[in-house]
């Protein structure tokens, strides 16, 4: 859980925080058309709570956080260019909303979405 201590005392941040932005900022990227989890069984952990920091870790290095999300993205996009877009959004997001700096967001795409409305 990052911490932050301030002249009048200490403030806590829990990870569930911190997720719900990167969350939030990784659906304002391009391409992205939703999270994906790491694995098969935090998929079906996932799916029966229903939890906003699906696709997202947080890890709490010496004086900040390091991300991982895992996403799903169209198909038919440059992956690296949505990959690089998630990354400078979340660290961005993140450092403005919590204040803490963002050591590293690591992205890893889990899959690409066919649009079968966008035939040629």
């Known amino acids: 859980m990052p911490t932050r201590d301030e002249t009048l005392g200490q403030i806590d941040i829990s990870s569930s925080a911190v997720a719900t932005v990167a969350n939030q900022a990784i659906h304002q990227c391009y391409g992205v058309v939703g999270m994906a989890s790491k694995n098969l069984a935090d998929g079906i952990a996932n799916l029966l709570t229903r939890d906003s920091r699906r696709g997202i870790e947080i890890r709490t290095v010496a004086d900040g956080v390091e991300i991982d999300a895992y996403v799903i993205v169209q198909y038919g996009v440059r992956i690296k260019t949505v990959a690089e877009s998630i990354q400078h959004t ?11 700096p963002v050591h590293a967001v690591n992205v ?11 035939q040629d």
């Open 108 to 118: 890893y795409i889990q899959g690409l979405r066919f649009n079968p409305d966008n």
């Open 90 to 100: 979340v660290k961005f997001h993140v450092e403005k909303a919590i204040g803490l």
